[in-house]
């Protein structure tokens, strides 16, 4: 899977996927991935080709969601209120440009008005300095109690 972004292609910061409510994350993840992808900002970082994949079930929820522009798409009706992001471990793999990273994040749902507090793995693939396959596992459940009413 070759990545057709250039490394100096930035991506459309007028996108709604340069969602403030998700500043955290993607601190988190370019911090975790210093040295390893090209950009100053996760879309930056993203292959216009890349394949995210999503091992959790949620209704409504895609589990596959391929190339950048689909994913910008629904990155912009993010709606989760971060305000922090945390505990980082990085794992380089002994598979050569796949790095495992674990961290949380915190914030508000604002329709339900609790709080988000979520742990995620993410194996990231990287060829050219773009994220090209991105695997993550979540705690499915901290999502459906911060997101469903009482």
């Known amino acids: 899977m070759k990545s057709k972004t250039s490394k100096t292609e ?39 080709n890349a394949v995210f994949e999503f091992l959790y079930n949620i209704p409504g929820f895609a589990n596959r969601i391929e190339g950048r522009a689909a994913y910008m798409d629904w990155f912009g009706h993010y709606s989760i209120v971060l305000y922090a992001a945390n505990n980082l471990r990085v794992h380089k793999s002994k598979q050569p440009h796949v790095v495992i990273l674990e961290y949380e994040v915190h914030g508000t749902v604002p329709h339900t008005g609790k709080a988000y507090d979520n742990r995620f793995c993410s194996i990231v693939t990287i060829e050219g300095r773009k994220i090209v396959h991105w695997r993550d596992y979540m705690d499915s459940l901290a999502v459906m109690l911060a997101v469903t009413r009482d």
């Open 10 to 48: 930035k991506a459309d910061r007028k996108h709604p996927a340069f969602n403030k409510n998700a500043e955290p994350f993607f601190q988190i993840i370019i911090e975790g991935l210093k040295g390893e992808v090209d950009g100053e900002h996760f879309w930056d970082a993203v292959a216009e």
